[in-house]
């Protein structure tokens, strides 16, 4: 069965320090990522997405991912988290075979300020 | 653009009882698709609606089901309700694949009793 797998539950870092959340995935085809935010109170919202192209993406607020085909990874990065980055951080994964996307079960970002 | 909306926010029902809940997708959009989203479990597809048909549902039993109609607002329905149906309800809105890029709704946070 296809999985999304998000290798930290929850991390905490104190401001100004760099972020790595890993995300790898388990199906070989042709693959939609992205990595969506869900900050206290609010709703899902899109930090960004590879689709194609420069494996090497930017999203808002400061964040990028790099997908690694041969790894099946694309990771969250940020080289410098604030307060505000608190949140739950989710991977996912669209195959464009069909009509859904798999989830990972989430980090929970906690900045200390 | 009005976002996603998703009626009622709370619900509190009790075992054996069914529900509803209601999305209203962003204005053109025609895709909507359904997750249930528990603490450290991320983000669980049932069903994706598109112009009124179902394309694809995820692993849940039959008591989940759905419906989209020609507005392109999707209702989902889980009938006698089982304590481990407590989860927040979240619908998603894409203009044709959800896939692509997805919209969510703030959800609809369900107790079953």
């Known amino acids: 069965a296809q999985s999304v797998s998000q290798h930290n539950h929850h991390v905490i870092l104190s401001e100004a320090a760099s972020l790595e959340l890993g995300c790898n995935y388990s199906?070989?085809?042709?693959?939609?990522l992205f990595w969506y935010v869900q900050y206290p109170g609010q709703h899902l919202q899109l930090l960004l997405k590879?689709?194609?192209?420069d494996p090497l993406v930017k999203g808002i607020k400061g964040f990028e991912a790099e997908f690694i085909k041969s790894k099946f990874s694309f990771n969250l990065r940020k080289p410098s988290v604030q307060w505000s980055d608190t949140a739950e951080y989710f991977c996912?994964?669209?195959?464009?075979?069909?009509?859904?996307?798999?989830w990972g079960a989430g980090t929970k970002l906690i900045i200390k300020p | 653009k009005a976002g996603v909306t998703q009626t009622p926010r709370y619900l509190i029902k009790t075992r054996g009882q069914q529900v509803t809940l209601s999305c209203s997708p962003i204005?053109?959009?025609?895709?909507v698709s359904w997750y249930q989203q528990t603490p450290g479990q991320g983000l669980q597809f049932l069903f994706e609606?598109?112009?009124?048909?179902?394309?694809n549902k995820g692993n849940f039993p039959g008591r989940f089901s759905g419906r989209q109609f020609s507005n392109s607002r999707s209702e989902m329905n889980v009938s006698t309700l089982e304590l481990g149906d407590s989860a927040l309800y979240l619908c998603?809105?894409?203009?044709?694949?959800?896939?692509?890029?997805?919209?969510f709704g703030q959800g609809t946070r369900l107790t079953v009793v």
């Open positions: 998603a809105s894409s203009p044709d694949r959800v896939d692509t890029e997805a919209f």
């Open positions: 204005s053109g959009h025609r895709s």
């Open positions: 609606y598109f112009s009124e048909t179902q394309r």
């Open positions: 199906y070989g085809g042709t693959v939609n």
């Open positions: 590879y689709f194609s192209g």
């Open positions: 996912a994964v669209g195959r464009r075979s069909n009509y859904q996307l798999i």
